[in-house]
């Protein structure tokens, strides 16, 4: 069983910037992607940047320009670094791995943006 656990959460004001961590228990090199999902109160859960084993990234067009995600396969680690925050950047930040045949997800980490 794979284990994610995402870290470097917290409190911010708005414009400042955070980067998450997510940690592996294997290597990283084992998912075609990962990535980031957001959960605020009250909604679903919603992507907002990937990166492939190709370091292609993608993004949603609310965090376009603002979040950079990156990879360390020395490390098993990916980041997500998080500029220019926002009020509705808040939300609980899930790290997802997806393999072949399974998916994983950690425990999430607390960002909220408020002054």
């Known amino acids: 069983q794979v284990q994610l656990v995402e870290s470097g959460g917290g409190l911010v004001q708005p414009g400042g910037s955070l980067r998450l961590s997510c940690a592996a228990s294997?290597?990283?090199?084992?998912?075609?992607?990962m990535g980031w999902y957001p959960q605020a109160p009250g909604k679903q859960r919603e992507l907002v940047a990937t990166?492939?084993?190709?370091?292609?990234?993608n993004y949603s067009d609310s965090v376009k320009g603002r979040f950079t995600i990156s990879r360390d396969n020395a490390k098993n680690t990916v980041y997500l670094q998080m500029n220019s925050l926002k009020p509705e950047d808040t939300a609980v930040y899930y790290c997802?791995?997806?393999?072949?045949?399974?998916?994983?997800w950690g425990q999430g980490t607390q960002v909220t943006v408020s002054s």
């Open positions: 997802n791995a997806r393999s072949q045949f399974f998916t994983y």
């Open positions: 294997a290597s990283i090199g084992n998912f075609y992607a």
């Open positions: 990166i492939t084993t190709r370091d292609s990234t």
